[in-house]
């Protein structure tokens, strides 16, 4: 069965678009999908009279990897919900579940949150385009220039303050690298996730070992700076501009360093810094940036994440909806540049029980889809 | 006696401390740094003050005036441990005589 066509005379516009959002793993280290959905259905990126703009009344379609992740069962949130295959079943196996279920519930857009996951859909990207789904992605040399492997030579090339950093492969390497003029701690970091902190060469050693049994090899080793840590979350135009940024300050953190609470803040220093990654990657759709304020004020790039951070929502209360931008740049429409920033806008997590029926996990499990009509709970 | 100077801070620290989000209480949010902070009135006064450009000498006698100063109370030394406090927090110049 094909995809319903849409002619130029029935665009949708984003307000009413279907949206397909992963990353609904909103655990005590939450994937960013229902940050989010959240910010969608929170609303327009900024006050107009223009109906165009006007809150979000479409759908929201979730993509999981798991039929426990808890985002599913938000059911003010997600309408309807299909699992989809793990990154490490390939390319071909999520080509072909994205195709089953544009069948059945045709969508819009795809908005992938999950590092893992976004080789592949920048490998669709143009396939889901010719089939009417839209995305907003960077390209693959935009995501591997800000790979933490290639991150400092991003720093040297474009005058980014990245602090110094080496990709090693050996245990012999990681040995030289206090010779080679390395200051310790260190951080010890996978090529795609994790990090552990190494006092010495020793302890780096260890911790070499146990990321690379993780995570693989290359392993990054970054000195460490000292002072506080700061976050931004921001979106790119692909032609080396910034559409918006909205950065943070965490105020509290769980046991494994993530943030739990956190403020708006408005450093122009810190807009300059996604401004100027901006320009030297042209990076296109949402991203991270992590840096820290060093003890002479000056913010050190720590790392770029490809995607919007859990914490994205605060985005919509500080006056720019990143997603809403992201989903409207990704249908074709215009965003002016977003510069309102409301210092002082706070996230707080909360954790607590959702009610759910068994029958939600059985038809999830059973046939890996689950839908909601529109009157359901809403 | 410590050195206070008879001009108004730099009108971007005057700026500065004008976007501080200061409640009645004395809770301050600096919307640059995300750093959070209380002051006591005495304090807040200060802030206020500079603010709205007076001078750092002016402060000891605005603090005569404005609370009972008495006994072993020295405003001078008061305000210059206090600018010493706002400049740790980075809003106020790190060099040159307040």
Redesign the interface.
Known sequence: MSPLPRSAAARVLPRNATVAVTGLNATDNPGPGVGVIRALRHGAPFPTDDDRLAPFAGRIVGLAYDALEPGIYARDLVDDVFLVPYPSQGVDALRARLLEIHAATPLDAIIPTLDAELPAFIELAPELQARGIHTFLPGKEQLELRSKVRLSDLGRDHDLPVPESRSVSTVEELQRLEQDGMSFPVWVKGAFYGAERARDVHEAAGAFHRVVARWGLPVIVQEEVPGEEYDVVAVGDGRGGLVGAVPMKKTLLTDKGKGWAGVVVRDPALIALAERFMAATRWRGPCEVECVRDKDGTYRLLEINPRFPAWCFVSAGAGQNLPAAVLRLAMGEPVAPLRELVAGTMFVRISFDQLAHISDLQELAGLGELHRSPEEDR | MAFLSNEPLPQAAQDRLRDL?LSESGFA?D????TTFSVNPTGKAIIEALARGLSPDSLPTLLRERFDVHGLSDPERDVVDFLGELRRL?LLPARGEL
């Open positions: 989000a949010f919307p640059f740094s995300g980075e």
